[in-house]
């Protein structure tokens, strides 16, 4: 079992800066491939970014290739989410999820924990 509990949203101006985090409880974190996916108002659930279990290997959907970061630190049983050059449209509820897996995957199915979710509002 792993519970995960997302922080770092809010309210920011376009072209700011956010740094989200997630915070997972048990001991088998590093075990665990780490993803962040975001579902805005009446869209669909969509991958962001993922990370492999170790922090070697990274995956970004377009949208986000170039101004958003995923890091994690296995020590601090966190995963990040650096947010730069926001984008009116990257408003959404922003979700952790984990899966005990060994490549990133992109389909929110494969996952098998989830946080609760927290906001990130971007505002033109």
């Known amino acids: 079992q792993v519970q995960l509990v997302e922080s770092g949203g809010g309210l920011v101006q376009a072209g700011g800066s956010l740094r989200l985090s997630c915070a997972a409880s048990g001991r088998t974190f590093s075990s665990y491939v780490m993803a962040w996916f975001r579902q805005a108002p009446g869209k669909e659930r969509e991958f962001v970014g993922g990370?492999?279990?170790?922090?070697?290997?990274?995956r970004y959907a377009d949208s986000v290739k170039g101004r958003f970061t995923i890091s994690r630190d296995n020590t601090k049983n966190t995963v990040y989410l650096q947010m730069n050059s926001l984008k009116p449209e990257d408003t959404a509820v922003y979700y952790c999820a984990a899966d005990f897996a060994i490549v990133v995957l992109t389909t929110g199915d494969e996952y098998d924990y989830w946080g609760q979710g927290t906001q990130v509002t971007v505002s033109s």
């Open positions: 990370i492999s279990r170790g922090g070697g290997n990274t």
